[in-house]
């Protein structure tokens, strides 16, 4: 029994800011097994990517990440553009890899299961019926409401979300995609209409304007945790997860959680790419906050 699996594509990453273009890995799978790799937690990777890239794969067993692979033909191949303002990003989409296949999941049981899509058709309604009741499902939404016209990823509507939200106990979403999943622009109203199609837990985060979640009715505020220089905002959303998993699977209270997923995620945009800290880091960092 796992404490945490996450499933998600390992992408291939080009990163465009104002200082720089790097080539790395990435995706939903990439930040947030990082996000887990030094904390003491019993985690599992499932992914799918192309033998091309394999290498990734090698690169994280080899930081001690247990992982499961599952074949595809390509990897998913994302362009990231970052502006002055690190909260703001343009995507494209030059490659798509296959979907997950519930097949794949016979022989695993976690007591949380985290969903990290990329594109609208990475895990089908029927996928994540097959691992409801397995134990918890957690989903970051962004990529159901992801839509690729001409290699460019648009806002869209997700079709299947009211027959799958059901059987999600945690979603995560930011202020955007909150807006483009329900059609509320108020952060409650939306929130309400979550809860009216059977989300049990709701985080939305708002880049370094902090976050809430939203628990039986009850609302907690998250204030952003920032370092002296943000360097690369890339997997913040995905680490902020795997902190606030990471606590929750631990017993500790939404309040908590959120603010050391916070923290983390902040931490992690001081440097360029994932998560290397230790939890240690994160305490430190936290207690160095001002307020």
Known sequence: MYDICCIGHITSDKVVNTQTTLYMPGGTAFYFSYGLNKLDVKYLLVTALAETEMHYVNDLRDKGIEIKVQPSAHTVYFENIYGENQDERTQNVLQVADPFKSEQLQSVNAKIFHLGPLLANDFSAEFVKSIAGKGLISLDVQGYLRKVENQKVYATDWSAKKEILPYIDILKADVAELRALTGCEDINDGVKQLTDWGVKEIVITNGSHG?????????????????????????????????????????????????????????????????TGTEEDVIRFMRNQDF
């Open 211 to 275: 976050s809430w979640i939203y628990s039986d009715g009850n609302s907690y505020t998250i204030p952003a945790y920032s370092p002296k220089v943000i360097v690369d905002a890339t997997g913040c959303g995905d680490t902020y997860m795997a902190g606030y998993l990471y606590k929750r699977v631990n017993g500790f209270d939404i309040q908590q959680s959120g603010e050391f997923a916070a923290a983390i995620s902040g931490l992690k945009t001081a440097a360029t790419g994932a998560f």
